[in-house]
């Protein structure tokens, strides 16, 4: 009798420690969700996407083992408001930060991506160039819902790889380093540190964005530092490019070596088109009118390839339209924090498609404005510029040369609506002050 009453503790803690197990494996664990976004490549940059002289052999490989979106969206044609698209789920008309001056910052009451997703108990993490409000200032990422911000705060800084860094505004002397170097090593270390935990790492990596430079040292500029080509800026930019491939190659080892790679979404992108097009070289913005600062197809359909081991469809093509105002609806949804995302918001959730399952929303139009104002419905994109509304049906012309506005009067009269209801006068975009330390000329 001694024997079976002095065996029941354990017995019972055996049940215990059972039932836990199997309550544990029956909550579904958060994914890891890694957004890399680097500044300036265009459409054509990658091999996926028809590159012939720049090598990106893990990122064709994602593309592969993912899904490659051919009609994704920037959600403006320059940094710092495709930025705050991006982080706040509103469209260019409604944005917290409309302008490119390097200094206007997000205010305190602006909900970011890394905000919801802290509600969900998730580490968070940027790794590059902010954009969205200068150091120590409200619009700073670690005052935005980043526990913790590597990089440039300011764009102007940023157009120099030879320059300090900030740690949650706290500077920091590289004494010569390359700073895309110095970004990624503390990229890896935060993926090291959160191995355990759910974690949001962003990534709005600075490469290829001018000033073209890069180490003699770095390996993927001995690849191309002797091409034949006329232009020593599109060699360099082809070897940032194939540098951040190779870490894009280093960060999938890291996940798989810490056994969390099946539980891991990665986004690849692009802020906004090419800065040089390179025709004649790379073709960055293959046959697509426009680049950087335009509202053409070369300056906002961006690349965007995305991998969930397990979840999505390997080798999956999408022609779905969506852009960066999505990214909000869509980790909400992922991280079980859609009731966390404000009401108003612009962006659609894009998981069916991710997933392809269930029923995928459509946008009525997507909206952009810089210098002019442009749509997007279904097929058919409208630019408005000197009184005129241009009409082009992207499904046969995508270089935008055959305007349909006369043949089509009804909907060309939709987008002349579509750009005036998609526009709100913006809140003060107060300059929290440039940034002016060393590094710092434009």
Known sequence: MNTITNRLPKVFLSWMVLFGVLQAEAIPKLPNLIFIMVDDMGYHDLGCYGSKTILTPNLDRMAKEGIRFTDCYSGDAVCASARSTLMTGYHKGHTPVRGNSGGIPLFPEDVTVAEVLKKAGYATGGFGKWGLGN?????????????????????????????????????????????????FDETIKFIKDNKDKPFFLYCPWTPPHAAYQIPEHEPAWKTYKDKPWNSKDAKVAAAMDTMMDRQIGEITALLKKLGIYENTLMFFTSDNGAAKRFDGIHNSCGVMQGKKRSLNEGGIRVPMVVRWPGKIKPGAVSDHPWYFPDVMPTLAEIAGVSDKVPDDIDGISILPTLLGKGEQKQHEYMYWQYGVRAARSGKWKGIGKGGHMYLYDLSKDREEKNDLSAKYPEITAKFKRYIIEGYSEPRSQKDDGKYTGKGGDK
């Not at 300011?154 to 002397?173: C, G, I, M, P």
Request: cysteine-free; hydrophobic content about 25%.
């Open 135 to 183: 150091q120590g200032k409200d619009g700073a990422a670690e005052r935005q819902g980043f526990d913790l911000f590597y990089g440039y705060y300011n764009q102007w800084h940023a157009h120099t790889y030879y320059t300090h860094l900030f740690r949650n505004s706290k500077k920091v002397e590289l004494n010569g380093r390359y700073t895309h170097h110095a970004i």
